[in-house]
């Protein structure tokens, strides 16, 4: 009981705040770098926020093939190559998730919004999160990114992470 | 003949992506045997070496050579849906040569918007494109896939001049963690400049980087490697020139796939 009444107090605030149209918002900058290979596959990706205690809160993003092969292989049958995100999460989801699951991008800047109040975000019970973004490729590696950041955001803030080889630059912009 | 290709088509077809082709290997219970005994065999077409997640190989066109010359039969074959899996009882003293060959016509055309696509023998070939077959592309192919597995000492190999094949400096199945060796390439016998070659240790699931080696032949088709790790590795080398058998190809696309075992010091 204790513990989430004071967790509960910003999320009212917001709540007042929300009326006079002021939500937080999340804006990420996702890097898909170029790999020379004689067979580049789009990357699979999972994007979600993480608590202290690495659970999922949310899912925000999961990026993977929906092409079924001539085989019949399903684009599903890979998706536990995102280890982590397929023990914490994606094992117990129904693809395609709504407003979460789409497409493989590529190679390049890609840009996702969210705002507080709208899924897939929603509401964030105020506390310290992480960021995490995943990908795995086909006939490539595997790689996974944390940013750390705080909830309710006070101030416009940005943090970066650097991949080294299915990732490159993810950024993390907090609009309050 | 004709029987193999229509598998090999098959197989082929039934592949995530047909420009992109999978790995395929063979991979021996065992490659340094004491005594004489049976080895086991697993066999399928996958992204990630010795991990089944994808097809059975079709092993019709395999052999299993022994150190005399003569053929080994493989027995309890049995080809599942992820892998292809049979035995053979190595009797004799001296490495043994699984190899499988594979070589035909591979052509790719349009049909109106449709691409069309075909595998098989120069006759087969003539048949069955059209005549003024769009964008018509003909590649000849020519595939080796090796491994190796020795009772007692092992016993010199030799190559046969024909399609590209490998000599090491160290005997496949002599293979130590952290020694160099050094790899040359054949084509048709010749050693040969500009062969592509990568390497990928196994157990590829249980690491984030595959950390795959890539080489390239030098001016005398050598490459040295230093395998850091003991394990099973997967080689794949590749080399297009334009000695074709029939006029129908343009280019002949050589390809070599084999399975060493390297024990730790």
New interface residues.
């Given amino acids: 009981m204790h513990k989430w009444v004071p967790a509960l107090i910003p999320t009212l605030v917001a709540g007042v705040f929300a009326n006079q149209a002021i939500a937080g918002e999340i804006n990420l900058k996702v890097n898909i770098p170029q790999i020379n290979t004689a ?1 580049y ?1 789009r990357p699979y990706v999972a994007i979600w926020i993480e608590k202290p205690d690495q659970s999922v809160e949310k899912n925000l993003a999961v990026w993977y093939s929906q092409k079924k ?3 019949g ?1 399903e684009g599903t049958k890979w998706l536990k190559d995102l280890r982590q995100w397929w023990r914490k999460s994606g094992r117990d989801q129904f693809m395609p998730l709504d407003g979460v699951s789409g497409a493989t991008r590529p190679v390049g800047e890609q840009t996702l919004n969210f705002t507080e109040g709208k899924e897939p975000l929603g509401t964030l019970p105020a506390g310290e999160y992480n960021l995490v973004v995943e990908a795995a490729r ?6 996974m990114i944390r940013i750390p950041f705080t909830w309710p955001v006070q101030k416009i803030d940005r943090a970066k992470g650097v991949g080294q ?1 299915e990732l490159g630059d993810v950024i993390l912009e907090l609009k309050p | 003949m004709k029987h193999i290709f229509t598998l090999l088509s098959l197989a082929i ?5 047909v420009a ?2 999978h790995g395929y290997w063979v991979v021996p219970s065992s490659t340094v045997l004491s005594s004489p005994q049976f080895v086991t065999f697993d066999a399928a077409v996958s ?1 990630d070496p010795f991990q089944f997640n994808h ?1 059975p190989l079709v092993v019709d066109s395999l052999s299993i050579i022994a150190p005399d010359g003569s053929k080994v039969l493989p027995v309890n074959l049995m080809k599942g849906e992820l892998r292809t899996v049979f035995d053979a009882k190595l009797e004799q003293k001296g490495t043994y040569r699984l190899e499988m060959l594979r070589s035909g016509f591979r052509a790719n055309w349009k049909e109106g918007d449709k691409a069309k696509r075909f595998m098989g023998t120069a006759e087969a070939l003539a048949k069955e494109v059209p005549d003024g077959a769009k964008e018509l592309q003909v590649t000849e192919t020519v595939n080796r896939l090796e491994t190796f597995v020795t009772v007692g000492a092992p016993t010199t190999l030799k190559t046969t001049g024909k399609g590209l094949e490998l000599v090491m400096s160290t005997h496949p199945n002599d293979l130590v963690a952290g020694e160099p060796v050094e790899f040359e390439f054949l084509v048709d016998g010749q050693p040969t400049e500009g062969i592509e070659v990568v390497m990928i240790r196994g157990q590829t699931r249980y690491r ?3 950390e795959e080696q890539k080489y390239k032949t030098d001016k005398d088709g050598k490459i040295s490697v230093t395998l850091p790790e003991a394990g099973l590795y997967w080689l794949d080398a590749d080399f297009t020139d334009n000695n074709v058998s029939s006029k129908l190809a343009k280019e002949r696309a050589l390809a070599y796939v084999l399975t060493l075992e390297v024990l730790p010091q």
Avoid: I, V, Y
């Fill in positions: 067979e596959h092969a001539t085989n292989d086909e006939k490539g590696n595997r790689e080889q | 077809s039934m592949s995530a992506s992109h082709a992204n097809r984030n980087n595959k």
